[in-house]
């Protein structure tokens, strides 16, 4: 089994800072890409960013200059620093990781994916 815990979240004001953590344990055999999604009421889930194995990052426009994602490949975590927050950043926050279960399906490179519960975040005055 996979699990996949955030912590960080939390209630700040507007232009405040948080760093969110999702910690990956279980039995995977290499995790491949690693990101954050985010859910605000009423609204699809949408990906505010994602780092590959590679360490290359790819972010939401509505983030670009405020957030940053990170990995520890070591601690097998990924990190999301958000700056200057605002009121519609206020969401339930997931971590997610695609990565491959075991050696049988790295060499069919068949990828599994998993999610964790979530962590809300909300910015307000």
Do not use: H
Not at 16 to 32: F, H, K, P, Q
Not at 51 to 56: E, H, R
Not at 84 to 112: H, I, M, N, Q, W
Request: proline residues 2%; glycine residues 12%.
């Amino acid at each position: 089994q996979v699990s996949l815990v955030e912590s960080g979240g939390g209630l700040v004001q507007p232009g405040e800072s948080l760093t969110l953590s999702c910690a990956v344990s279980g039995s995977i055999y290499r995790i491949n890409s690693m990101g954050w999604y985010r859910q605000a009421p009423g609204r699809q889930r949408e990906l505010v960013a994602g780092i590959t194995s590679g360490g290359s990052t790819s972010y939401a426009d509505s983030v670009k200059g405020r957030f940053t994602i990170s990995r520890d490949n070591v601690e097998n975590t990924v990190y999301l620093q958000m700056n200057s927050l605002k009121p519609e950043d206020t969401a339930v926050y997931y971590c997610t990781v695609v990565g491959f279960r075991s050696l049988y399906d790295s060499r069919r490179k068949l990828e599994s994916d998993y999610w964790g519960q979530g962590t809300q975040v909300t910015v307000s005055s």
